[in-house]
Nanobody, 128 residues
Framework: QVQLVESGGGSVQAGGSLRLSCVGSGRAFSSYVMGWFRQAPGKEREFVGYISWSGSGTATYYEESVKGRFTISRDKAKNAMYLQMNNLEPEDTAVYYC???????????????????WGQGTRVTVSL
């Protein structure tokens, strides 16, 4: 199982930017999905986006409200994934979690279920 550690959270004013990092340790997989989820106070954990890779290439997918503002990237050599967040809004305030899963057919990676590795979370606060 992969161990994941997030970093990069903090407080920022609306319109600002933050970059979150998620570094994995343990075995590296040639076919894998790494996702970002967030959980605001009093709300359920929600999907933000994911990056997947396999022999067919790399793909990203985003939740509608973050499209055009958030970008997920990966550094294979560092076994790391990043979430670049621009034009942040107060509604983006949450604890952000990264998650990892083998890249398997038939699973919905916008849901928490397929992921079996989770980080501890990093807090993002966006103020007006």
């Amino acid at each position: 199982q992969v161990q994941l550690v997030e970093s990069g959270g903090g407080s920022v004013q609306a319109g600002g930017s933050l970059r979150l990092s998620c570094v994995g340790s343990g075995r590296a997989f040639s076919s894998y999905v790494m996702g970002w989820f967030r959980q605001a106070p009093g709300k359920e954990r929600e999907f933000v986006g994911y990056i997947s890779w396999s022999g067919s290439g790399t793909a990203t997918y985003y939740e509608e409200s973050v499209k055009g503002r958030f970008t997920i990237s990966r550094d294979k050599a560092k076994n790391a994934m990043y979430l670049q967040m621009n034009n942040l809004e107060p509604e983006d305030t949450a604890v952000y979690y990264c998650a990892g899963s083998l890249n398997l057919r038939g699973y919905d990676y916008t849901q928490p279920f397929p992921y079996n590795s989770w980080g501890q979370g990093t807090r993002v606060t966006v103020s007006l």
